[in-house]
């Protein structure tokens, strides 16, 4: 195989949001632009670049097989000495992370548009995981970018094909060089892992009951995401969970239609399902595996923010975290602070990181924390450096079984004890980006009046008095990086926090997010919805903001 030089033509629209390179297919599968992104992601390693290995693998979803073959080809012209692919493509985020981790790669290529949906009129998505095995730090993502506004050319050996349906290694002949290509079973390592993590015998005989004890009742719904397989193998094969328990669980590549974002809006046939009263739990994952929602009996709703308090309280009964003790914890500065009073009352650290997986990464790398989370449905600990859907189903099961109790019950028995911290996410998404920023413009001024801080604010009989509000930025407490412009934030005295931001994984228009936070002591509120305690706070955030002035919006598209 010979490998050629193509001039290729600059894309100036290449910069990697929260979450990688997001965007329509039709726009990767525009001449060349896949090929530029590829390229300078080879770039930017540098040094380290020749002979190195890599793991490339995606969530099944249209144009996965095609920007495979096509690492393949240019990886091959570029000297990579080894890929590690997934068979037909396939790895879930997490998978990436583990191998990357286990086989010491230098890193990965992640095909994924995680949760928007897929087929050739939706979205596709590229991104770059290091050595660590977690997604590319912005220093990283920015040298990317920085290349591919100056790329003149690309390498590529066309001839190359390697059948990525059949597990097998494979030795090229490259420009007299060895290139290898290792197809491997994309489950293998990541069921392996979870075993080491978990107490699987005790999870069995919760699922498969006793003489007296009936069935835990479990429905997992992959939304025809990148879990299915790895759902079959570890609930089907390894803990003995009926097929018919384990819906949507062929990777396809449009998802079937679904929209393989795990809420209460777009998992709608398993939250109706699980309402029935049959199951003693529900859960859905996203399209690349990295998120999560959980479920109880009829339907009973786990806000991401109390799955990881609950998680974090619990930690110490998974055997995974009895090795390795409790390092700290961590969340993305817009999730529920529930896990904050967590921390505290067992005097562990709780640190805060802007949205987004990659700034976990380098606290998980110096030993500073255990467990983290966002959120948006993202769970995870320092197995790997990705959040992790499967993951996370599996902690809540083996505290289940040790506990003996029901997901409500674990819940009321955490507000009893903490109180409770009620929390919502409305998303405005598709907006007109100059709307948009019109909304943030407007918090940003309102916040920034000397005056701002004490301004009361009532709606009915409820009073909100600000403590303070700024636009929020982070230091890295390991490389001393800054990133600013992370969200704007208004604390009042009494707790609890309004947040607004821009989405940085869109591909089209933009979305706002409002996150709104408020916590009760009293326990006669802990069964009420969060939606209606907290209007008087959203009547705040809509006032203040003039969102719907300025976007002609009168409802959020999403809730959660
Ligand atoms: C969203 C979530 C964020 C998450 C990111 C990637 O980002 O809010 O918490 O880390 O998606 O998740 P944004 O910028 O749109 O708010 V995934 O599962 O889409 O890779
Ligand atoms: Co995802």
Request: hydrophobic fraction near 35%; charge should be neutral; include cysteine.
């Amino acid at each position: 195989m010979s490998t050629t030089v193509v001039q290729t033509k600059i894309y100036d629209d290449q910069k990697p949001g929260t979450s990688g390179l997001r965007k329509a297919v039709k726009i990767f599968q525009q001449e060349h632009y896949t090929e530029n992104f590829i390229q300078a992601i080879l770039d930017a390693l540098g040094d380290k670049l020749q002979g190195c290995t890599l793991v490339v693998g995606g969530d099944g979803r249209y144009y996965c097989k095609d920007a495979v073959t096509k690492i393949i080809k240019i990886a091959a012209a570029n000297g990579v000495g080894k890929l590690i692919i997934g068979q037909n493509g396939i790895l879930s985020t997490p998978a990436v992370s583990t191998i990357i981790r286990k086989y010491k790669t230098l890193g990965g290529i992640v095909l994924t548009a995680s949760h928007n949906p897929g087929g050739p009129n939706a979205d596709f998505g590229i991104k770059f995981n290091c050595e660590n095995g977690g997604p590319a730090p912005d220093k990283v993502t920015n040298k990317i970018y920085d290349i591919t506004k100056s790329l003149k050319i690309y390498k590529i050996a066309s001839d190359i094909n390697v059948d990525i349906e059949k597990i097998q290694s494979n030795n090229i002949n490259v420009d007299g060089r060895t290139f290898v290509v290792d197809i491997i079973d994309p489950v293998e390592d990541y069921v392996i892992l979870m075993k080491k993590i978990f107490d699987f015998d005790c999870i069995k005989n919760l699922l498969q009951g006793s003489a007296e004890r009936p069935k835990f009742q479990i429905l997992i719904d992959s939304l025809n995401g990148v879990t299915g397989p790895y759902v079959k193998r570890i609930f089907g094969t390894e803990l003995g969970v009926d097929d018919a328990n384990l819906i949507h669980s062929t990777p396809l590549e449009d998802f079937g239609g679904l929209h393989p974002d795990p809420n209460l809006t777009y998992a709608a046939e398993l939250v109706k399902t699980v309402r029935n009263g049959t199951y003693d739990m529900g859960a859905a994952f996203d399209g690349d595996g990295d998120r999560n929602m959980i479920i109880g009996k009829k339907a009973f709703f786990v806000n991401p923010s109390d799955s990881l308090a609950v998680l974090a309280r619990h930690l110490r009964i998974i055997p995974y975290f009895q090795e390795t003790g409790i390092k700290g914890y961590a969340r993305s500065m817009p999730t529920g602070t529930a896990i904050d009073r967590v921390a505290k009352s067992i005097g562990a650290q709780c640190l805060e990181v802007p949205t987004g997986w990659k700034y976990f990464g380098n606290l998980m790398d110096i030993e500073l924390l255990s467990l983290c989370g966002e959120e948006s449905f993202g769970t995870g600990s320092d197995h790997i450096r990705e959040k992790d859907g499967i993951w996370a189903c599996l902690a809540w099961l083996n505290i289940i079984a040790k506990l003996g109790k029901s997901i409500d019950g674990i819940l009321k028995d955490h507000w009893m004890k903490y109180g409770r911290n009620f929390y919502t996410r409305h998303d405005y998404e598709n907006c007109d980006a100059s709307d948009a920023n019109k909304v943030m413009a407007e918090v940003e001024r309102e916040i920034q009046e000397e005056s701002f801080t004490r301004t009361k604010f009532s709606v009915g009989d409820k009073h909100y008095i600000v403590k303070h509000a700024d636009n929020y930025s982070f230091k890295d407490p390991v490389d001393g990086s800054i990133v600013t412009n992370q969200g704007l934030r208004i604390f009042f005295q009494d707790g609890s926090r309004i947040i607004f931001r821009l989405s940085g994984t869109g591909s089209s228009g933009a979305t706002i997010r409002l996150y709104v936070e408020s916590y009760e002591n009293d326990s006669s509120t802990y069964d009420k919805d969060a939606q209606e305690m907290l209007q008087p706070l959203i009547k705040v955030a809509l006032n203040l903001s003039k969102l719907q002035e300025h976007t002609g919006r009168n409802a959020p598209t999403v809730i959660t």
